[in-house]
């Protein structure tokens, strides 16, 4: 039964990696809140999954043309430097402390989209109200 459990978050953030919106947001919660890992562990099968996801998803999206390939050595270079750095200090932290700083992160990403939601949603209504004074 367990493996049908690992299955199924698999395909879910396999499904959420490869629309781009980030596996791991969903994957590292689920295995640490749902299956009781622990947070370095989950974060170390979420890179691992991560590179696997996004070899294909990358080789999709640059066939549909959504890759631009401009200036991707500085992102690359400098992902590479601070993802060798954020390991190294990670291994410094306990897991207690990484699972509080992930879940701060989380929240304020939901705030960040949520506000974003209503100035969208205020910025429509503010056209089609000057729409309809025309």
Known sequence: M??????????????FGGLGMGGGTLLIPILTIFLGFDQKLSQGI???SFLVMAIFSMAIHYKNGYIVTKHIGYIIISGVIFSILGAFFMDLLPSRILKI???VFLCILAIIEFVKVFK???AKTKQEKRADNK
């Open 2 to 15: 367990i493996y049908v459990l690992y299955v199924l978050v698999g395909l879910v953030s396999g499904i």
């Open 46 to 48: 979420n890179l691992l």
């Open 101 to 103: 700083v992930f879940g």
């Open 120 to 122: 969208k949603d205020k």
